[in-house]
Every structure is written in C-alpha cells, then in structure tokens.
T-cell receptor
C-alpha cells in the first residue's frame, strides 16, 4: 500500500489524558498536513510541514496540540490534557508541490473520542 | 439531479442519471479549486481540480465548471453509479500552497439503483 497511512484508526480516551497519532505519508511527498474533521463538516487545516520544518499553524491548534516531523518522513500529532471538544477525525495528508498545483492525498484518519 | 450547496446538503439521484453538485466559495482571491469525494470511514479522495484561469475541466465521467463572477463551482457526474454515493466537498486555495485549502460544507450524494 503506497497511500497515506494513519495509526491508530480509532482512539478512545478519558478527558485529561494525552494521546498521540502517527502519520506515514507517501514516500516521495515533501509536504505533510494535519486536518481535523467533525461530523458533517469539511476538514479544517491545523498545520503543515515541508520536510521537517513546520511552516504554518492554524489558530485552531491550541497549546495543547503539538506536531512533529523529526526526519521529514512520518509525523506525530500529540494532544495533551484532552477535552471532549477534541473529539473528531484527525486527517493527515501529503503532497508533492509543483509550480502549477498541489494535490493533497489524504489518509483514512484517526477517529478520536474523548469521554 | 442538482444540489444547491449549503441549503440542500443532500442529493438523491437514480442510477444512470447525471448529477450536479454546487458549491459557493468565499474568497475572490482563491485561484485553485479541488473537488474531493469522501466515503464513510475514509479520508477525502481527490477527484478533479481546476485553476482560476480556466472555466471548465473534464475528467473521466466528471466535469468541473468554474464561474468566478459569482464565485460558484460545480461538479457534474455523468451516468451516476451506486459507487458514486459519498459526501462531496469543494475546496478553495490561494496560490499553489495547499496550506490554505479551505473546504466547503459538503453534499451527500445518494445514488438509488
């Protein structure tokens, strides 16, 4: 499978716990994105990396959220002290930017439920 | 069948009919648009894209139309099949940077056999 891979697919946690998600992008892609999606809504941008550099963060990304891409390959998204409002699908996408366009390829997401 | 975007987030069509899904985008500076298909339990899947210097682009069974005057985007699916049942999102982008990909609300397409 050469698509974007996300683990775990589902995560149930209690409020106040920390969680970490992993994303493995398509190997030749240099950009990696994290989006969040709630039921019935479109994905919302959280942050993105070009290689190992985190170039932009949305104001949606509170201080409890941190993302890393240490070697420019896989990425992790950690949420500390989870709240019920964090319950959502967390989507990872990767791309290889060209001059003309940038098609994002999404993984299947990690569904987070905070009890 | 045809949707009117935010006011009719569901579209139900018969197999074999043509479908039209509409989207009103918000930013007049957006110059790159993408349609995604999302099936239940899966991430969005790229369907077709169009740059703002074009009015129309065709793919396999799909056509995207762009009207910059009224900031309107549509996706036409020819000979709709049950496998086309999904939620369809339009997304807009300023420049070629995917970091500013803004998704619309989505339209649920249901194809009846």
């Amino acid at each position: 499978d050469t698509g974007v891979s996300q683990n775990p697919r589902h995560k149930i946690t209690k409020r106040g716990q920390n969680v970490t998600f992993r994303c493995d992008p398509i190997s030749e892609h240099n950009r990696l994105y994290w989006y969040r999606q709630t039921l019935g809504q479109g994905p919302e941008f959280l942050t993105y990396f070009q290689n190992e550099a985190q170039l932009e963060k949305s104001r949606l990304l509170s201080d409890r959220f941190s993302a890393e891409r240490p070697k420019g390959s896989f990425s992790t998204l950690e949420i500390q002290r989870t709240e019920q409002g964090d319950s959502a699908m967390y989507l990872c996408a990767s791309s290889f930017r060209t001059v003309r366009n940038e098609k994002l390829f999404f993984g299947s997401g990690t569904q987070l439920s905070v009890l | 069948g045809e949707s009117v975007g935010l006011h009719l987030p569901t579209l139900s069509v018969q197999e074999g009919d043509n479908s039209i899904i509409n989207c009103a985008y918000s930013n007049s500076a957006s110059d790159y648009f993408i349609w995604y298909k999302q099936e239940s339990g899966k991430g969005p899947q790229f369907i077709i894209d169009i740059r703002s210097n074009m009015d129309k682009r065709q793919g396999q069974r799909v056509t995207v139309l762009l009207n910059k005057t009224v900031k309107h985007l549509s996706l036409q699916i020819a000979a709709t099949q049950p496998g086309d049942s999904a939620v369809y999102f339009c997304a807009e982008n300023i420049g070629t940077s995917g970091s500013r990909l803004t998704f619309g609300e989505g339209t649920q397409l249901t194809v009846n056999p």
